[in-house]
């Protein structure tokens, strides 16, 4: 979005120049531009601003608040309470029941030599059972539990990664708002510099020292200039906006610029991308979440292989029933009876059933291991991407700076001749115009290459703490 205001102003700029030329060579200017420091003056009050917003403090709030970053924690917390239900299955399982049955009527029966027996109609009981799975506590759970660990690392790695992001993003939205500010100074200059030229030509036009036609073609430029002005300003305010939402600024906080972005940025050599490469892979968190996802579901390839084999568990229950099934006869009253036991069961359809979930498993396997490939491919271009963007913004500055040294001096050698009367003031203007133009340029510059080291220290993972 930054680079069309910028396309716009450099092409009023030199739009303006030519029409000044023209209106040159009527007459000279009464009076002269304002001060070459002014530029520089309004920049030092946006700039570097004490208590302002920095880049860092951008990324730090928006790590915090992004809802991308809020749902990776609840992600989290989710996969935690998964694996704490799973541990709970070590923990015997124990069944308490209590019930009551009403019975309908029905004639006494009469065993011969024993009379006839009670009919109860009110069934009482109370019953505890224990069933112990005692394969599980060396074939199953341990893996479980293992497995869903290692889940709940993966997701863990996925949260640390959207906090990661997160601050990534408001960097560069940081610096993209930062540079949108800047847009709009420059865009101001350029209108108060082309209602300053009309005035002086509106002037010369009184007095017959310059044609309408001049005038008209510079108040057009004026025109111009007010619609760039206005696209700057609208975008400053959709910049704001993006950052204010990314770190989770209320409206009514006043957000100013705390980074000076006029200071020259240091940056190391670059490595061979190979190198790079593999750094970047060693400190990546997508490397790490691929890497405890393969050991997950490893895991739970082993829990699923024990499902072949048969399952041994222990049981033991009491009863407490009014009237009691195993007291012959019955009688109508509570009794105590208690049993206990192993089992050992296996199920055909359980072991045809494992196959395809192993190969289910292997599948994600080998899906992981494509994502890894692809991850190394995409972080190759990622860097290679970004360290070219990184020569390009330093050469720019280096660049910038020769051009701005030259803008002073021709800014200076005119301001002199202005004083000796050998120039005109809209010569002066031109002058002044070029080196708002260079300033601002070696600023771009400067922003560009916050931008790519950004970029390139988020691949090369070093922005992982």
Not at 149 to 173: L, P
Not at 267 to 272: F, L, M, T, V, Y
Not at 296 to 306: G, H, N, P
């Amino acid at each position: 979005m930054h680079r069309m205001p910028r396309l716009v102003a450099a092409a009023l700029v030199l739009a303006f120049a030519g029409a000044t030329a023209a209106a040159d060579d009527v007459a000279p200017a009464p009076a002269a531009p304002t001060g070459a420091g002014s530029f520089d003056d309004e920049i030092a009050h946006l700039v570097g601003v004490s208590g302002g917003l920095t880049a860092d403090a951008a990324a730090a709030r928006a790590a915090k608040v992004a809802p991308s970053v809020r749902r990776a924690v609840a992600d989290t917390a989710g996969a935690a309470a998964q694996t704490r239900a799973i541990a709970l299955n070590r923990i015997p399982r124990a069944d308490i029941t209590a019930k009551y049955t009403r019975l309908s009527g029905i004639d006494s029966p009469v065993i011969p030599g024993f009379g006839s027996f009670p009919v109860i109609l009110n069934n009482y009981g109370f019953d505890a059972t224990v069933g112990v799975p005692l394969s599980d506590y060396f074939l199953r759970i341990p893996q479980a539990i293992d497995a869903s660990r290692a889940g709940e690392r993966a997701q863990a790695i996925a949260e640390q990664a959207a906090a990661v992001s997160a601050a990534q993003d408001a960097r560069i939205a940081y610096y993209e708002w930062t540079r949108a500010r800047l847009q709009v100074v420059v865009a101001q200059r350029l209108v108060a510099q082309v209602t300053g030229t009309v005035k002086q030509v509106a002037a010369l036009v009184e007095s017959q020292r310059a044609s309408r036609a001049d005038l008209l073609r510079l108040q057009a430029q004026e025109a111009q200039a007010q619609l760039v002005l206005v696209q700057a300003q609208q975008g400053a305010a959709i910049r704001e906006d993006q950052l204010r939402i990314l770190i989770g600024a209320k409206d009514e906080e006043v957000l100013t610029i705390g980074e000076d972005v006029r200071s020259s940025v240091e940056h190391p050599s670059i490595a061979a991308t190979d190198a790079l490469v593999q750094e970047a892979l060693g400190h990546r968190l997508e490397a790490r979440s691929i890497a405890a996802a393969q050991e997950a579901l490893q895991l739970s390839e082993k829990a699923a292989k024990a499902d072949r084999l048969p399952r041994a568990s222990l049981f033991a229950s009491a009863n407490y029933d009014n009237p009691n099934s195993r007291i012959f006869p019955s009688e109508d009253k509570f009794n105590l009876t208690w049993a206990v036991g192993a089992q050992v069961t296996w199920s055909p359809n359980t072991y045809l059933g494992v196959q395809p979930t192993l190969d289910g498993t292997e599948a994600k396997i080998r899906g992981l291991d494509a994502d890894r490939d692809r991850l190394a491919d995409g972080v190759r271009a990622e860097i290679e991407a970004t360290r070219r963007q990184v020569e390009i913004a330093a050469s720019a500055i280096e660049q910038g700076a020769l051009t701005l040294a030259a803008a002073e001096e021709g800014y200076r050698v005119r301001k002199e001749l202005l004083a000796a009367e050998r120039v005109t003031g809209v010569e002066l203007v031109d002058a002044e115009t070029e080196l708002t133009r260079a300033r601002i340029g070696v600023i771009d510059a400067g922003i560009d290459l916050r931008i790519a080291l950004t970029r390139l220290a988020h691949a090369r993972g070093l922005d992982v703490k």
